[in-house]
């Protein structure tokens, strides 16, 4: 959705067309050689550094343009910074599901999601067409499934999207799946992990890192023979299967001396520049790892906010780590020994930041109250509201109100909802999840009630 210009831009065109005009004429007289003292010798074409020869440019599509990077960069930030408020919601049906944890869009339609209630599923956004995809079983007959409250909390796609990791049946074991076909390529050994898998990160294509309940963090790595085609991992009736692979390393994080029984690994966040490796644990802690071939502990810092600590993101372009906690997000950049932003206040409760996204100075925040924030890092304040976006829209807020998007209340409640709290608004959706389509302009939103007891979703495509 491309924003909206102003009538600011009306008034500065013919300015602009004036000025680009002159250049023309200029740029013509110089090449009919009035000037006999010049030594006539091959020219480059002028570059124009207007916004009319921009403009004209992509039009025609002329062969070598490769547009303005001053222009083009610009541009894209004043659109990354007025898309929210030009955002409205479709809400989605997903049926009986349970709490939608994680979610990533796979191509232009449709999106990739995982529930407490164990349910892998891809969601076209148009059609709202619902395809399940079968977790992978170990091999093992004795070993644990999936406890029915245990749910999958994490789904990610490695750099160049050919795969995806998640856990398999038994919530304790890595699985990676291939793209787009979603057939099963590995599951992790059942030696790994004695918990439940909470958090993942990709550090290449081929290697990738979880984090559990159990305060462990495992490093995992891909033969590429496995996805490449080059090995047919198919049996006899043409289904596909799977291999098994064994973990390269494993951590366990430091326990605190205040909180020592609650170490578990919520979150994970890879830095792929200096190859660092991010960890957030319940007991209010943040560990940076230094990844390669194994993972070595570079320190370990008491957060200022230690209360449910459950989302971390990282800024490639800031070099800077973010972390929810139960009503603030702290930045981090471990290379500082003061730290200059200033940790903001979701002002949403004690209800929690539940998910987080960085996209470029921009961090989007999900509370657990059902609403959406952004954040701006170069100012260090929340967005504002501003003009309407469309004319049957509600009227713009006073000056200086911060901009808050709020989430619809989902399709689907269960019976217990409906007897007991189907007149009530004290239990808002959590957005656990929201991932952007930038490419299209969309944002999705899921998640449900925070009460355990408490059996609904929500989901909606913002756009």
Not at 164 to 178: C, D, H, S
Not at 207 to 223: F, H, I, K, P
Not at 421 to 428: K, Q, V
Not at 433 to 439: F, G, I
Request: charged fraction near 20%.
């Amino acid at each position: 959705m491309a924003p909206q210009q102003t009538g600011s831009r009306k008034r500065k065109a013919p300015a602009i067309e004036a000025a680009a005009a002159s250049s023309l004429s200029q740029g013509l007289a110089a090449a009919d050689g009035e000037d006999p003292l010049l030594p006539q010798k091959q020219k480059r074409p002028t570059a124009r550094h207007s916004l009319v020869h921009y403009v004209k440019g992509r039009e025609v599509g002329a062969r070598g343009f490769a547009g303005l990077p001053g222009f083009e960069g610009e541009l894209h930030v004043y659109a990354v910074q007025k898309l929210p408020e030009l955002l409205r919601e479709r809400e989605l049906a997903l049926g009986t599901f349970n709490k939608v944890f994680a979610s990533q869009w796979l191509n232009a339609r449709q999106v990739l999601c995982c529930t407490k209630c164990n349910t892998l599923f891809v969601v076209d956004v148009q059609s709202g067409q619902i395809t399940r995809i079968p977790l992978m079983r170990d091999r093992g007959a004795g070993l644990a499934r999936a406890q029915p409250s245990c749910g999958i909390h994490a789904i990610e796609l490695n750099p160049s999207k050919p795969l995806l990791a998640t856990k398999g049946e038994n919530p304790n074991i890595l699985a990676v799946y291939q793209l787009p076909s979603l057939d099963p390529v590995c599951l992790g050994d059942h030696h790994g992990h004695k918990d439940w898998i909470f958090a993942m990160a990709w550090m290449s294509d081929t290697v990738a890192v979880s984090g559990s309940r159990d305060g462990t963090v495992a490093l995992w790595r891909m033969d590429p023979d496995m996805f490449n085609g080059s090995i047919a991992w198919h049996n006899d009736a043409g289904f596909p299967v799977y291999a098994h692979i064994r973990l390269r390393d494993m951590k366990t994080i430091p326990r605190a001396n205040t909180n020592p029984s609650n170490h578990k690994v919520r979150a994970l966040a890879f830095n792929l520049k200096n190859q660092e490796l991010g960890a957030v644990s319940l007991d209010g802690y943040f560990h940076l790892w230094k990844a390669r071939s194994t993972l070595s502990r570079l320190l370990s810092i008491r957060l200022p906010y230690c209360q449910e600590n459950e989302c971390l993101t990282y800024c490639d372009e800031l070099s800077l780590y973010a972390v929810g906690s139960q009503s603030h997000v702290s930045f981090l950049n471990p290379r500082q020994r003061h730290q200059n932003i200033r940790p903001l206040c979701s002002r949403e409760g004690s209800t929690g930041v539940r998910s987080l996204s960085f996209y470029q100075h921009i961090i989007t925040v999900g509370t657990g109250h059902g609403s959406l924030l952004f954040y701006d890092i170069r100012s260090q304040k929340f967005l504002e509201e501003g003009a309407s976006a469309s004319p049957d829209s509600s009227p713009p807020g006073p000056e200086g109100k911060k901009l808050k998007l709020t989430c619809g209340r989902g399709l689907n409640h269960d019976e217990l909802w409906v007897n007991y709290f189907g007149g009530m608004d004290e239990f808002p959706n959590a957005l656990y999840t929201h991932c952007y389509n930038w490419p299209e302009m969309k944002l999705f939103v899921a998640g449900g009630p925070l009460p355990s007891s408490l059996h609904r979703n929500y989901a909606g495509l913002w756009s």
